[in-house]
């Protein structure tokens, strides 16, 4: 069974950081790209960051030069480090597996972590 946890969350004042992370579980993690998304109240879900299997990032443009993701296989674990926080970054943030096969493509979710950005 697969599981994917975020944590890290929480209430920032703006111009803070919060490291979110996110761990995974019954899945080969090294095999999997991982990604953060997010999802504000009454809003479309927004791709935040992406790291590829072999280590190379990508950002969406809404939080590029805020934003760190990061990974560590051996502990199946994706970091999403982010700075210079702003009240519209706040959403909640969900982790994302993603691993593309010739036969198939397999997505798996985590919960989500609440993000609130707020003096």
């Known amino acids: 069974q697969v599981q994917l946890v975020e944590s890290g969350g929480g209430l920032v004042q703006p111009g803070g950081s919060l490291r979110l992370s996110c761990v995974a579980s019954?899945?080969?993690?090294?095999?999997?790209?991982m990604r953060w998304y997010r999802q504000a109240p009454g809003k479309e879900p927004e791709l935040v960051a992406t790291?590829?299997?072999?280590?190379?990032?990508n950002y969406g443009d809404s939080m590029k030069g805020r934003l760190t993701i990061s990974r560590d296989n051996a502990k199946n674990t994706v970091y999403l480090q982010m700075i210079s926080l702003k009240p519209e970054d706040t959403a909640v943030y969900y982790c994302?597996?993603?691993?593309?096969?010739?036969?198939?493509?397999?997505?798996?979710w985590g919960q989500g972590t609440q993000v609130t950005v707020s003096s």
């Open positions: 994302n597996a993603r691993l593309v096969t010739v036969s198939k493509e397999y997505l798996h």
């Open positions: 019954g899945l080969t993690f090294s095999r999997y790209s």
């Open positions: 790291i590829s299997s072999g280590g190379g990032t």
